[in-house]
């Protein structure tokens, strides 16, 4: 399995990577981590013909504590999120769901940023940062523009990103202590999610995400409604799949998954402490 | 079609630096095993499922297999080839899968080695659970795993050990 052929330039900055890329327009690619992109080259369902390698940019791999949110490079590793002592202590939600992704070997790869601009619906950071409340900063040729996650993910592998912009930030509030739980449920260890459930209290609300139960990453409002209006963490759970359009696949039709959205809610309400 | 252009790339592996002439698409496994005949990093599925060719970068265990040989120009990369010593004495992870009967045809021995290289030498007593979920990236089809961690505990014992 190889890909097709392209031209390979390295950036040193974000600016120089912006530039590249409007240079080039959609022929070209960023490459980050590249464990979503080159599987999609080596299918060849992604032909770019120029790749701009951003992983060796400097300055966009920090974990930050930044007052009330903490702000994280576009190039932070799986890897350095998961085992990142502020996020421990600070966003622990964050570094764990970044402790579910894949293997070892992914996570030394992978990124935030590119999971997050890949806007795959059954991955796991997206709907992290989606439950959290959290915002990207992007940057193109004219500035830099702050787009919340609930804004972010606007179709099948489809985000708010312009062809010429680059995702360089991404921001979570602070959200200590315990009222947080993510479920990924799969069949084979290390595997990616048949359905995940994301929940997280930030500013004294229940936030609640979905994982592979539509087109992308979710917020469950209608948990979230139920939640806002006193229901308890067994009613509030009935409630997952209301307005999700789950896909089909090899592992489970749409019915398992909304079963699964429920059963998985109720369990990471109540390890959230809600009652 | 304009024809495919090459780049000279720089290739830091096991301590030798070594030029490859290829075009960008070169994964760094089959830069490895093509072009500098290094093919203990074995090759088994192509899509970053098995493991199998998994090498240390700048100490991380990676895939060679998802990663362009182009984009890690001068990193530090070791591979099996590297763990021995000069002379031929075994590394300890090498020793431990050896006595613990951590193998059976050897196909995703390479990629396991690397990985539990990787582990001991962050961490020289690993838990059980540890042990489970750093060797979680890769697959073997023979063993049944009980060697495998049987070996990676024996690694890091033989490596406290030597330390002493
Ligand atoms: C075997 C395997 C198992 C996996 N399991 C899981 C799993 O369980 N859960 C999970 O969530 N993920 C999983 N992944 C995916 C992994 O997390 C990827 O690393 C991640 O989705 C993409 O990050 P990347 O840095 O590798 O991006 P790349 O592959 O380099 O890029 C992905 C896309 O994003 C674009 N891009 C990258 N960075 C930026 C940026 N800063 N700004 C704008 N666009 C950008 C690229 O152009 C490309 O289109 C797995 C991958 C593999 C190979
Ligand atoms: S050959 Fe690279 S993971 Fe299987
Ligand atoms: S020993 Fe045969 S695949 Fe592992």
Same mark, same amino acid.
């Given at each position: 399995m190889?890909?097709a052929?392209?031209?390979?330039?390295?950036?040193?900055?974000?600016?120089?990577a912006i530039?590249?890329i409007?240079e080039h327009g959609?022929?070209a690619k960023?490459?980050?981590?590249g464990h979503?992109l080159i599987?999609?080259?080596?299918?060849?369902l992604?032909v770019?013909?120029?790749?701009v390698d951003?992983?060796g940019?400097?300055?966009?791999?920090?974990?930050?504590d930044r007052?009330d949110?903490?702000?994280?490079?576009a190039?932070?590793?799986h890897?350095?999120i998961?085992t990142?002592d502020l996020?421990?202590?600070?966003?622990?939600m964050?570094a764990?769901?970044a402790?579910?992704?894949?293997?070892p070997q992914?996570r030394?790869?992978?990124?935030i940023g590119g999971s997050l601009?890949?806007s795959?619906p059954?991955?796991?950071?997206?709907?992290?940062?989606l439950?959290l409340?959290g915002?990207?900063?992007?940057?193109?040729?004219?500035?830099?523009r702050?787009?919340?996650?609930?804004?972010?993910?606007?179709?099948?592998f489809?985000?708010a990103?312009?062809e010429d912009e680059m995702?360089t930030?991404v921001k979570v509030p602070?959200?200590?202590?315990?009222?947080?739980?993510?479920q990924?449920f799969?069949?084979r260890?290390?595997?990616?999610a048949?359905?995940?459930?994301?929940?997280?209290?930030?500013?004294?609300a229940?936030q609640?995400?979905l994982?592979?139960?539509g087109?992308?990453?979710?917020r469950?409002?209608?948990v979230?409604?139920?939640?806002?209006?006193?229901?308890?963490a067994?009613?509030?759970?009935d409630?997952?799949?209301n307005g999700t359009?789950a896909?089909t696949?090899l592992?489970?039709?749409?019915e398992?998954?909304a079963?699964?959205?429920?059963?998985?809610t109720?369990r990471?309400?109540?390890?959230?402490?809600v009652? | 079609?304009?024809?495919e252009e090459?780049y000279?790339?720089r290739l830091k592996?096991n301590?030798r630096?070594q030029?490859v002439?290829?075009?960008a698409?070169?994964?760094?496994?089959?830069?490895?095993r093509?072009e500098l005949?290094?093919t203990?990093?074995?090759?088994?599925c192509?899509?970053?499922?098995?493991?199998?060719?998994?090498?240390?970068?700048?100490?991380?265990p990676?895939?060679s297999c998802l990663?362009?040989a182009?984009a890690v120009?001068d990193?530090d /990369? =070791?591979?099996?080839?590297?763990? &021995? @010593?000069?002379?031929g004495e075994?590394?300890?992870?090498q020793?431990?899968?050896?006595?613990?009967h951590?193998l059976q045809?050897g196909f995703c021995?390479?990629?396991?080695?690397?990985?539990a290289c990787?582990?001991?030498e962050q961490n020289?007593?690993p838990t059980?659970?540890e042990?489970?979920?750093a060797?979680?990236?890769n697959l073997?089809?023979?063993?049944?795993?009980?060697n /495998? =961690?049987a070996?990676v505990?024996r &690694? @890091?014992?033989i490596?406290r050990?030597?330390?002493?």
């Amino acid at each position: 399995m190889i890909p097709a052929s392209f031209d390979y330039v390295k950036a040193s900055s974000a600016d120089e990577a912006i530039s590249l890329i409007s240079e080039h327009g959609d022929e070209a690619k960023l490459l980050a981590g590249g464990h979503s992109l080159i599987p999609m080259m080596k299918l060849r369902l992604a032909v770019p013909s120029v790749l701009v390698d951003i992983a060796g940019v400097r300055d966009l791999s920090h974990v930050e504590d930044r007052g009330d949110h903490i702000a994280i490079g576009a190039l932070a590793k799986h890897r350095s999120i998961e085992t990142s002592d502020l996020l421990i202590a600070q966003c622990p939600m964050l570094a764990h769901v970044a402790s579910k992704v894949g293997d070892p070997q992914v996570r030394h790869r992978g990124t935030i940023g590119g999971s997050l601009a890949h806007s795959d619906p059954a991955s796991d950071l997206p709907a992290a940062v989606l439950a959290l409340g959290g915002s990207l900063i992007v940057q193109g040729p004219n500035g830099q523009r702050e787009i919340a996650a609930t804004d972010f993910f606007t179709g099948y592998f489809e985000s708010a990103l312009a062809e010429d912009e680059m995702l360089t930030e991404v921001k979570v509030p602070k959200s200590p202590g315990t009222n947080w739980n993510y479920q990924k449920f799969n069949r084979r260890a290390q595997d990616w999610a048949i359905v995940g459930v994301a929940a997280a209290q930030v500013d004294g609300a229940m936030q609640v995400s979905l994982v592979n139960m539509g087109s992308t990453p979710l917020r469950a409002t209608a948990v979230e409604t139920a939640l806002a209006s006193g229901a308890s963490a067994a009613e509030a759970a009935d409630e997952a799949a209301n307005g999700t359009e789950a896909p089909t696949d090899l592992n489970a039709s749409p019915e398992y998954r909304a079963h699964l959205a429920r059963v998985l809610t109720k369990r990471a309400l109540e390890a959230s402490g809600v009652e | 079609m304009n024809a495919e252009e090459s780049y000279e790339i720089r290739l830091k592996v096991n301590g030798r630096t070594q030029h490859v002439t290829a075009p960008a698409r070169r994964l760094l496994s089959d830069a490895l095993r093509g072009e500098l005949g290094l093919t203990g990093t074995h090759v088994g599925c192509e899509h970053g499922v098995c493991g199998c060719c998994t090498v240390l970068v700048d100490g991380a265990p990676v895939r060679s297999c998802l990663t362009f040989a182009v984009a890690v120009q001068d990193k530090d /990369i =070791r591979t099996v080839e590297g763990l &021995a @010593a000069g002379d031929g004495e075994l590394h300890p992870v090498q020793e431990a899968f050896k006595e613990c009967h951590g193998l059976q045809c050897g196909f995703c021995t390479p990629g396991f080695l690397m990985t539990a290289c990787a582990l001991i030498e962050q961490n020289n007593d690993p838990t059980e659970q540890e042990i489970t979920e750093a060797i979680a990236g890769n697959l073997c089809r023979c063993t049944g795993y009980q060697n /495998i =961690r049987a070996a990676v505990r024996r &690694a @890091a014992e033989i490596t406290r050990s030597d330390k002493r």
